[in-house]
């Protein structure tokens, strides 16, 4: 039973342009939830995060957006840049965040030059 | 020291033998946890560790698997009689009171059971 879903595999964009990648959950327990980017043999490293009582957090480059009613959330990076090329994985949390992560699969972000 | 560090970095064993994997937290973090991650998946979670207690194991694959850590310190993952199917990269990450968004995560070891 997979708690959170990242339908998507992978993401081809464009440098310049705006990435989204998508993840949802099913379990309604979770109330905090972060994104993750990874790099090839290097382990994850801490991106966002947004509590549910928010629909929309904002640092830099990345927005990440929360619809608790669709249970879903989406990573938004404008402007992409080939750095940004990664893993993306969507984590979830219940308790504020002082559960344990739930991760998605992960989606691999490609951005071309 | 300054970041999650984990050792060995790779490890090719042959079906049937034991390994430990060891993780060193950032210094202070009371909170130690074990992902895994096994090719095309996502990070499936093992254990947890609050100080050197285990209040959540429901994770751990099979009795093959344990772990131990030592007060809030060094934390070992042992995988006794290891199977082709254990081969992932085992993630150690620590958080300072058990806190899921302060995860630091370490590189990982890459295991492969051959």
């Known amino acids: 039973d997979q708690q959170v879903k990242q339908n998507s595999p992978s993401l081809s964009v464009q440098e310049g342009r705006i990435s989204i990648l998508n993840c949802d959950y099913t379990?309604?327990?979770?109330?905090?939830f972060l994104w993750y980017k990874k790099y090839p043999a290097e382990g994850p490293t801490f991106l966002i995060s947004i509590s549910s009582i928010k629909d929309k957090n904002e640092d830099g480059r990345f927005t990440v957006f929360l619809n608790k009613s669709a249970k879903h959330l989406s990573l938004h990076i404008v402007p992409s840049q080939p750095g940004d090329s990664a893993v993306y994985f969507c984590?979830?949390?219940?308790?504020?965040?002082?559960?344990?992560?739930?991760f998605g699969k992960g989606t691999k972000l490609t951005v071309n030059p | 020291g300054a970041g999650v560090s984990q050792s060995p970095s790779n490890k090719v064993t042959e079906k049937g033998k034991d390994v430990e994997l060891r993780c060193d937290p950032i210094s202070g973090h009371t909170a130690l946890y074990w992902y895994r991650q096994r090719l095309g998946q996502g990070l499936e979670f093992l254990i947890y560790?609050?100080?050197?207690?285990?209040?959540?194991k429901s994770g751990l694959p099979s009795d093959r698997f344990s772990a131990e850590r030592t007060g809030e310190s060094v934390s070992t993952l042992t995988i006794q009689r290891t199977q082709q199917e254990d081969s992932a990269v085992y993630l150690c990450a620590s958080s300072p009171l058990g806190s899921g968004y302060g995860y630091t995560f370490g590189s990982g070891t890459r295991l492969t059971v051959v």
């Open positions: 560790f609050q100080g050197n207690s285990a209040p959540d």
């Open positions: 379990n309604s327990m979770f109330d905090y």
């Open positions: 984590a979830a949390s219940a308790q504020g965040g002082s559960e344990k992560l739930v």
